[in-house]
């Protein structure tokens, strides 16, 4: 991506070091994130887990620069995000993290297609028409393009969101719950094809949930208790996640 | 991005249509008025070149004071003179009257349109042309013009009573005619008498005189040269002018008038303008906060703030020029519509064609686009700070200015417009600066004040609320905590309610102090116990009466003394400066008015050679009584007046007086603005029962004569107390009808953003509904909080309304107003409107809330 990438994030696609999220002071503090270190590589499909209020979200939110950090530094590929002003944080969102979440994903008025297009158009340059063809057609959304977010399933909805994720073709997806509100076939079908855009076109994605089931497409989980990394899990089947998942909450 | 700014208003068509609607509403008004002024314009200027008629040109007396229907007549010995110059084609010699000459119809109705003039005419082949019937050509006959004959049934052949200057006569209709053109007759509604030149002159009252004489040109001769020749032929004491140069004067005047008439309209089209601006503000507000999610999404994706900002702008522009189009067609009919509401209040407005220029047209759409964008500037300064992660969080909320600068903004805004105000009210010399002053002053006032209001907005809204919650439990706690909980839109919701009701209630005190004043001026001034004015009434002092009239009331025994009063503008020069005059028969004035003279006095003074003033001109001026004042008249005499009284009451007499003596020595017209009358025998003193049976005696004797000129109304102290109190209030009915106005606008804007929170509330609105809230329970709640929030608007509005106008009252001269009266009855009143407005308001959202479907409500997101 860059022209000399430092070594050590040569294989890192989004990266934190020592990321510290305070929130609140004195007795109302609450130290959301507490010195994360964590690196999401190249091509890798990598889970965020825990419990709820462990922190996983604001992860997300601090390393997706729509947050900021109290203390400690977030990489987009080699570029920090912490000194970056709120016009280049936001340049470096449209052109190169893409985002799922959970709901209220697509703007109402939009088809489609106008969705999956929009932060090329935000950007004022042309999609690249046989990239986005070709999405299109590997989510199955051929037929139902021209339709607006309210005539379609939510299924079909989350479809387009991811669509439109991979659309600028990203160094990063962050996605938020993305089957959170979907039932389990349909959530099965988004993650399947998330699992192929890492396989077939290298995608990075960061995935947060609570669905050890969803958890099990990813390449790696990474376990988050009370703002820290506690463990992680190679090659993660739903079994061995939610066997760790027990361990964690004893 | 410009594309899902123009989707989204296609997809929000109420959302758009709330917006638009002030918007088109304000550019309506402002294009209305410039329709209705430039149409009537081009009417007038047509009439103008008419009204000059087809003479070359014109000898009259050079004038320099007073009005154009004050110039003086000549002998007509003058006309033989011309007769002889070389290249004169004709001579029409002529004599007219303005207000003075009123036919009598069938019915013994005296025909005079409320505005438009009677006019008396001699007969003038050049712009009079025969419809029907002959031109008046022996004594005793007369014709009129054919909308006259129209519209009150005048059949040529009968005999009709004429009103003239000095007397009543007998008429035969021997024609009808068309003025300016022998195919259309050019009408602005006046009534026109015209008769042969001799019976003109001598029922005209100009013996042996001419007002002008017209001149016709021998075809190819030079029009200058003949001019001269006949300007030397007939001396300096007359003047020659060209028809161009009568045609301007006309056009001037009438301009004059039309410039009146669209300052008035135009000061009322931006107060809609005004108050729009607040609505369309609030509205932009409560969509960018709406759409806060779908920005904030649109903000995770990569829009840049600018971006956010600029749709929001891009959204104001299409808003305003989408409104700019409608409202410039509602301005047209608006436009028609506003001749036809002017034309029912008593006025005749000339029908003609619809004038649509381009300098509307740039107006309409800097008011349409401008207010618009300028209205969207501080949202979409907010909507630049929306952050992403609105997108994934439920309840995130605009940033708003901070309490304390605001008290600051809003605190400085109020000081220095209310700096401005005293400026303008008190210190200020010029009209010019007296408005520039006032009208910047109060709308820094209103926008401080705005500023500042949430800042009160809650507790005030928690307060009036209380009352509601008492009465009606838990509804009624809902709408009170409703309306407080969002301080900032209660108060700009309630701002456009707020200037509505300040300006209402300014008029309120103002008319209400001048009401009392001039009351109190009857009570206390009056002694007269009988009054004569023009049947007509209205504020018009060149309408005037018969001078025949007064004296026959006079030969009556039942009335022992009649005064007669006369008026005219800026006609008598006194060191260089034109002054108002007032005229009275100075023997038994002060027996009729009581002026409050402190030195001096009229009775035994020298009618011709005297002069009465109010004590301000007297300082002023440095003069006391005994000393000599120099005054010019419109017939260019000047007169050595001696000052005989000065008096202290400016509210009968204005600040000048002289005797009738001194009026008919100098003035041309002789109709009588006014006349009093006292009653033989009657005093005050006398018991309940003989003043009311020489009061009924009174009456008796002088019901024949109103009968006989129906262009006058004769009225007992108590009647004419009565119709004068009446005149006042239809008067000041009409200002509040067109304030009116902008409560209509105030109550468009609560029920805009009642609908948008109701929209914004959806899921809210489903829980209570799923927790038990009946439709009818739902509908209750909006009701009221929309009532908690025009009340809270309409007080706000008042306070600063009585303060205007106690201050406005306080600057008027005492002349016109010197008591201070708050009319606390009629306020009251005004929060009750304002608060049935507010029900008004709230009929369609509330209705709108209590239709959701509670499941779909729920999962709204």
Same mark, same amino acid.
């Not at chain 1, 002071?25 to 130290?31: A, H, K, Q």
């Not at chain 2, 005696?697 to 109304?713: G, K, L, Y």
């Given at each position: 991506?860059?022209?000399?990438?430092?070594?050590?994030?040569?294989?890192?696609?989004?990266?934190?070091?020592?990321?510290?999220?305070?929130?609140?002071?004195?007795?109302?503090?609450?130290?959301?994130?507490?010195?994360?270190?964590?690196?999401?590589?190249?091509?890798?499909?990598?889970?965020?887990?825990?419990?709820?209020?462990?922190?996983?979200?604001?992860?997300?939110?601090?390393?997706?620069?729509?947050?900021?950090?109290?203390?400690?530094?977030?990489?987009?590929?080699?570029?920090?995000?912490?000194?970056?002003?709120?016009?280049?944080?936001?340049?470096?969102?449209?052109?190169?993290?893409?985002?799922?979440?959970?709901?209220?994903?697509?703007?109402?008025?939009?088809?489609?297609? *106008?969705?999956?297009?929009?932060? +090329?158009?935000?950007?004022?340059? %042309?999609?690249? @028409?046989?990239?986005? $063809?070709? /999405? !299109?057609?590997?989510?199955?959304?051929?037929?139902?393009?021209?339709?607006?977010?309210?005539?379609?399933?939510?299924?079909?909805?989350?479809?387009?969101?991811?669509?439109?994720?991979?659309?600028?073709?990203?160094?990063?997806?962050?996605?938020?719950?993305?089957?959170?509100?979907?039932?389990?076939?349909?959530?099965?079908?988004?993650?399947?094809?998330?699992?192929?855009?890492?396989? *077939?076109?290298?995608?990075?994605? +960061?995935?947060?949930?609570?669905? %050890?089931?969803? @958890?099990?497409?990813? $390449?790696? /989980? !990474?376990?988050?208790?009370?703002?820290?990394?506690?463990?992680?899990?190679?090659?993660?089947?739903?079994?061995?996640?939610?066997?760790?998942?027990?361990?964690?909450?004893? | 991005?410009?594309?899902?700014?123009?989707?989204?208003?296609?997809?929000?068509?109420?959302?758009?249509?709330?917006?638009?609607?002030?918007?088109?509403?304000?550019?309506?008004?402002?294009?209305?008025?410039?329709?209705?002024?430039?149409?009537?314009?081009?009417?007038?200027?047509?009439?103008?070149?008419?009204?000059?008629?087809?003479?070359?040109?014109?000898?009259?007396?050079?004038?320099?004071?007073?009005?154009?229907?004050?110039?003086?007549?000549?002998?007509?010995?003058?006309?033989?003179?011309?007769?002889?110059?070389?290249?004169?084609?004709?001579?029409?010699?002529?004599?007219?009257?303005?207000?003075?000459?009123?036919?009598?119809?069938?019915?013994?109705?005296?025909?005079?349109?409320?505005?438009?003039?009677?006019?008396?005419?001699?007969?003038?082949?050049?712009?009079?042309?025969?419809?029907?019937?002959?031109?008046?050509?022996?004594?005793?006959?007369?014709?009129?013009?054919?909308?006259?004959?129209?519209?009150?049934?005048?059949?040529?052949?009968?005999?009709?009573?004429?009103?003239?200057?000095?007397?009543?006569?007998?008429?035969?209709?021997?024609?009808?005619?068309?003025?300016?053109?022998?195919?259309?007759?050019?009408?602005?509604?006046?009534?026109?008498?015209?008769?042969?030149?001799?019976?003109?002159?001598?029922?005209?009252?100009?013996?042996?005189?001419?007002?002008?004489?017209?001149?016709?040109?021998?075809?190819?001769?030079?029009?200058?040269?003949?001019?001269?020749?006949?300007?030397?032929?007939?001396?300096?004491?007359?003047?020659?002018?060209?028809?161009?140069?009568?045609?301007?004067?006309?056009?001037?005047?009438?301009?004059?008038?039309?410039?009146?008439?669209?300052?008035?309209?135009?000061?009322?089209?931006?107060?809609?303008?005004?108050?729009?601006?607040?609505?369309?503000?609030?509205?932009?507000?409560?969509?960018?906060?709406?759409?806060?999610?779908?920005?904030?999404?649109?903000?995770?994706?990569?829009?840049?703030?600018?971006?956010?900002?600029?749709?929001?702008?891009?959204?104001?522009?299409?808003?305003?020029?989408?409104?700019?189009?409608?409202?410039?067609?509602?301005?047209?009919?608006?436009?028609?519509?506003?001749?036809?509401?002017?034309?029912?209040?008593?006025?005749?407005?000339?029908?003609?064609?619809?004038?649509?220029?381009?300098?509307?047209?740039?107006?309409?759409?800097?008011?349409?686009?401008?207010?618009?964008?300028?209205?969207?500037?501080?949202?979409?300064?907010?909507?630049?700070?929306?952050?992403?992660?609105?997108?994934?969080?439920?309840?995130?909320?605009?940033?708003?200015?901070?309490?304390?600068?605001?008290?600051?903004?809003?605190?400085?805004?109020?000081?220095?417009?209310?700096?401005?105000?005293?400026?303008?009210?008190?210190?200020?010399?010029?009209?010019?600066?007296?408005?520039?002053?006032?009208?910047?002053?109060?709308?820094?006032?209103?926008?401080?004040?705005?500023?500042?209001?949430?800042?009160?907005?809650?507790?005030?809204?928690?307060?009036?609320?209380?009352?509601?919650?008492?009465?009606?439990?838990?509804?009624?706690?809902?709408?009170?905590?409703?309306?407080?909980?969002?301080?900032?839109?209660?108060?700009?919701?309630?701002?456009?309610?707020?200037?509505?009701?300040?300006?209402?209630?300014?008029?309120?005190?103002?008319?209400?102090?001048?009401?009392?004043?001039?009351?109190?001026?009857?009570?206390?001034?009056?002694?007269?116990?009988?009054?004569?004015?023009?049947?007509?009434?209205?504020?018009?002092?060149?309408?005037?009466?018969?001078?025949?009239?007064?004296?026959?009331?006079?030969?009556?025994?039942?009335?022992?003394?009649?005064?007669?009063?006369?008026?005219?503008?800026?006609?008598?020069?006194?060191?260089?400066?034109?002054?108002?005059?007032?005229?009275?028969?100075?023997?038994?004035?002060?027996?009729?008015?009581?002026?409050?003279?402190?030195?001096?006095?009229?009775?035994?003074?020298?009618?011709?050679?005297?002069?009465?003033?109010?004590?301000?001109?007297?300082?002023?001026?440095?003069?006391?009584?005994?000393?000599?004042?120099?005054?010019?008249?419109?017939?260019?005499?000047?007169?050595?007046?001696?000052?005989?009284?000065?008096?202290?009451?400016?509210?009968?007499?204005?600040?000048?007086?002289?005797?009738?003596?001194?009026?008919?020595?100098?003035?041309?017209?002789?109709?009588?603005?006014?006349?009093?009358?006292?009653?033989?025998?009657?005093?005050?003193?006398?018991?309940?029962?003989?003043?009311?049976?020489?009061?009924?005696?009174?009456?008796?004797?002088?019901?024949?004569?109103?009968?006989?000129?129906?262009?006058?109304?004769?009225?007992?102290?108590?009647?004419?107390?009565?119709?004068?109190?009446?005149?006042?209030?239809?008067?000041?009915?009409?200002?509040?009808?067109?304030?009116?106005?902008?409560?209509?606008?105030?109550?468009?804007?609560?029920?805009?953003?009642?609908?948008?929170?109701?929209?914004?509330?959806?899921?809210?609105?489903?829980?209570?509904?799923?927790?038990?809230?009946?439709?009818?329970?739902?509908?209750?709640?909006?009701?009221?909080?929309?009532?908690?929030?025009?009340?809270?608007?309409?007080?706000?509005?008042?306070?600063?309304?009585?303060?205007?106008?106690?201050?406005?009252?306080?600057?008027?001269?005492?002349?016109?107003?010197?008591?201070?009266?708050?009319?606390?009855?009629?306020?009251?009143?005004?929060?009750?409107?304002?608060?049935?407005?507010?029900?008004?308001?709230?009929?369609?959202?509330?209705?709108?809330?209590?239709?959701?479907?509670?499941?779909?409500?729920?999962?709204?997101?």
């Amino acid at each position: 991506m860059t022209d000399a990438p430092p070594p050590a994030s040569a294989a890192a696609a989004a990266r934190a070091e020592g990321a510290t999220k305070i929130y609140g002071s004195g007795d109302t503090e609450v130290r959301a994130l507490d010195g994360v270190d964590v690196s999401f590589n190249l091509g890798e499909f990598t889970a965020i887990m825990g419990p709820s209020g462990s922190g996983k979200s604001t992860l997300m939110h601090c390393m997706a620069g729509l947050d900021t950090l109290t203390s400690g530094e977030v990489y987009i590929g080699a570029t920090p995000l912490s000194v970056q002003s709120e016009k280049d944080l936001t340049l470096l969102r449209r052109d190169n993290v893409g985002f799922v979440f959970q709901a209220f994903n697509l703007i109402p008025t939009l088809t489609a297609m *106008e969705n999956i297009t929009l932060p +090329a158009d935000l950007a004022g340059r %042309p999609a690249d @028409a046989e990239w986005v $063809d070709k /999405v !299109i057609s590997t989510v199955g959304l051929t037929n139902r393009i021209t339709h607006r977010p309210n005539e379609l399933s939510g299924g079909q909805q989350q479809r387009v969101a991811v669509s439109r994720a991979l659309a600028s073709q990203p160094e990063i997806i962050f996605a938020d719950e993305p089957t959170g509100n979907l039932d389990s076939t349909t959530g099965g079908e988004i993650l399947a094809f998330m699992r192929s855009a890492v396989d *077939e076109y290298g995608q990075t994605i +960061a995935m947060v949930t609570h669905d %050890p089931t969803a @958890a099990s497409y990813a $390449d790696r /989980v !990474i376990f988050l208790v009370d703002g820290k990394i506690v463990d992680e899990l190679s090659d993660p089947t739903p079994d061995t996640v939610l066997d760790m998942m027990k361990s964690l909450g004893d | 991005m410009l594309r899902l700014t123009i989707k989204n208003l296609l997809d929000k068509k109420i959302r758009f249509a709330l917006t638009t609607l002030a918007v088109i509403v304000s550019v309506a008004s402002v294009v209305g008025v410039f329709v209705l002024t430039d149409s009537l314009r081009a009417s007038f200027s047509g009439l103008a070149g008419d009204i000059a008629g087809g003479s070359d040109l014109t000898v009259r007396v050079a004038q320099d004071l007073g009005q154009e229907f004050d110039r003086p007549p000549f002998d007509e010995a003058f006309a033989d003179g011309i007769d002889v110059v070389d290249g004169v084609d004709d001579v029409i010699p002529g004599v007219f009257s303005f207000n003075d000459t009123v036919i009598i119809d069938d019915d013994g109705e005296a025909i005079r349109p409320q505005g438009p003039p009677t006019l008396g005419f001699s007969w003038d082949p050049t712009t009079f042309f025969i419809a029907a019937g002959d031109a008046p050509d022996a004594l005793g006959e007369f014709a009129t013009d054919v909308s006259t004959a129209a519209d009150n049934g005048l059949i040529i052949g009968q005999t009709y009573a004429i009103d003239g200057p000095t007397r009543q006569e007998d008429f035969r209709l021997v024609g009808t005619f068309r003025f300016g053109s022998p195919d259309e007759h050019t009408s602005l509604g006046q009534t026109m008498a015209a008769f042969e030149l001799e019976q003109a002159q001598d029922f005209l009252n100009r013996p042996g005189q001419y007002d002008a004489i017209a001149v016709v040109v021998e075809q190819g001769e030079d029009v200058a040269t003949v001019q001269a020749a006949i300007q030397a032929a007939v001396g300096q004491e007359l003047e020659v002018v060209t028809s161009e140069v009568i045609e301007d004067e006309n056009a001037e005047g009438f301009d004059e008038f039309i410039s009146i008439f669209n300052n008035i309209l135009l000061a009322f089209a931006f107060i809609i303008v005004f108050v729009s601006t607040f609505i369309i503000n609030n509205t932009f507000q409560i969509v960018v906060s709406q759409r806060i999610r779908e920005l904030g999404l649109l903000r995770a994706i990569g829009a840049t703030g600018n971006q956010v900002a600029r749709s929001v702008y891009f959204e104001a522009l299409l808003v305003g020029l989408f409104s700019t189009v409608v409202g410039i067609l509602f301005g047209l009919l608006l436009g028609q519509g506003l001749r036809g509401a002017l034309n029912s209040l008593g006025f005749s407005l000339p029908a003609g064609p619809i004038e649509l220029q381009t300098r509307t047209i740039v107006w309409a759409a800097a008011i349409g686009v401008g207010v618009t964008m300028l209205s969207a500037i501080v949202p979409a300064r907010r909507s630049r700070t929306i952050s992403p992660i609105a997108a994934i969080q439920n309840d995130q909320r605009l940033a708003g200015a901070s309490l304390t600068r605001r008290l600051w903004v809003g605190g400085v805004m109020t000081l220095i417009g209310g700096a401005l105000l005293v400026v303008g009210l008190f210190v200020a010399s010029t009209t010019t600066n007296v408005l520039t002053n006032v009208a910047i002053g109060a709308v820094l006032i209103f926008i401080g004040v705005n500023t500042l209001s949430p800042s009160f907005a809650r507790p005030v809204a928690t307060a009036l609320g209380a009352p509601i919650a008492r009465l009606f439990g838990t509804t009624g706690e809902i709408a009170r905590g409703n309306a407080a909980r969002s301080p900032r839109r209660t108060a700009s919701t309630a701002g456009a309610l707020m200037i509505g009701l300040a300006l209402v209630g300014m008029a309120g005190v103002v008319g209400s102090s001048l009401t009392k004043t001039f009351l109190n001026t009857l009570d206390n001034a009056v002694e007269a116990d009988y009054f004569v004015q023009s049947s007509s009434g209205g504020f018009d002092p060149s309408v005037t009466f018969a001078e025949e009239i007064a004296t026959e009331i006079d030969s009556l025994p039942e009335f022992d003394s009649v005064v007669r009063y006369r008026f005219a503008q800026s006609s008598m020069r006194i060191g260089g400066v034109d002054k108002d005059v007032f005229a009275a028969d100075f023997d038994l004035v002060e027996r009729h008015l009581d002026a409050d003279i402190i030195t001096g006095g009229l009775t035994d003074a020298d009618p011709r050679g005297s002069i009465a003033l109010h004590q301000d001109p007297a300082e002023d001026l440095g003069v006391g009584v005994g000393d000599t004042l120099t005054a010019t008249f419109p017939d260019g005499e000047t007169d050595e007046l001696t000052v005989v009284a000065v008096f202290t009451d400016s509210s009968i007499f204005g600040n000048w007086l002289v005797d009738n003596d001194v009026w008919e020595a100098h003035f041309v017209r002789t109709g009588l603005a006014f006349a009093s009358a006292t009653v033989t025998g009657f005093s005050d003193d006398l018991p309940q029962a003989e003043q009311d049976a020489l009061l009924e005696q009174a009456a008796a004797a002088i019901a024949p004569v109103a009968e006989q000129f129906p262009t006058i109304v004769a009225e007992s102290r108590v009647e004419f107390r009565q119709s004068q109190q009446d005149q006042l209030n239809s008067f000041l009915a009409v200002i509040f009808v067109l304030l009116a106005l902008s409560l209509v606008i105030a109550l468009i804007g609560i029920a805009n953003t009642l609908a948008l929170s109701v929209f914004e509330r959806t899921r809210e609105i489903g829980l209570l509904r799923a927790v038990g809230m009946t439709r009818r329970q739902l509908r209750r709640a909006i009701r009221w909080e929309a009532v908690i929030i025009a009340v809270f608007g309409a007080i706000l509005g008042l306070i600063l309304g009585v303060i205007f106008g106690v201050a406005a009252v306080i600057a008027i001269p005492d002349t016109f107003i010197s008591i201070v009266s708050v009319p606390y009855g009629q306020l009251v009143v005004y929060v009750l409107i304002a608060a049935i407005a507010g029900i008004l308001a709230a009929i369609l959202p509330a209705r709108r809330a209590a239709r959701l479907n509670v499941l779909d409500a729920i999962s709204h997101e």
